[in-house]
Nanobody, 126 residues
């Protein structure tokens, strides 16, 4: 599957952005999807995930209550709605897909995902 992330940009602290990740090549609805991010000088970290089956979601503590992950299987797209953005949210955001139905505890692990998008840059200024 090919993943194309978009929607990044420059936003003032407190603002909002919505990231999109369009998938092509295989049946999107069977993939567990996730967003990860890598800030300046930092390692890549888990942000949010959504299951293929049942569409349950999970979030990193740092974004819970501010970010919402969703998916539209008819459009082969996963979204990340980001509200109340903070400068520390500045990062390159990557979408990822897994066809292996990882167990719940692994869904925050980037090794559980075999497909990755190219990343989209989000810059939050104060």
């Amino acid at each position: 599957v090919q993943l194309q992330a978009s929607g990044g940009g420059l936003v003032q602290a407190g603002g909002s952005l919505r990231l999109s990740c369009a998938a092509s090549g295989r049946t999107f609805k069977v993939f567990d999807m996730a967003w990860f991010r890598q800030g300046p000088g930092k390692e890549r970290e888990f942000v949010a995930r959504i299951r293929a089956r049942g569409a349950s979601t999970g979030y990193a503590g740092s974004v819970k209550g501010r970010f919402t992950i969703s998916r539209d299987n008819a459009k082969n797209t996963v979204y990340l709605q980001m509200n109340s953005l903070k400068p520390e949210d500045t990062a390159v955001y990557y979408c990822a897909a897994s066809s292996n139905n990882p167990i719940l505890s692994r869904l925050t692990d980037e090794d559980a995902y075999e497909y990755w998008g190219q990343g989209t840059l989000v810059t939050v200024f104060s």
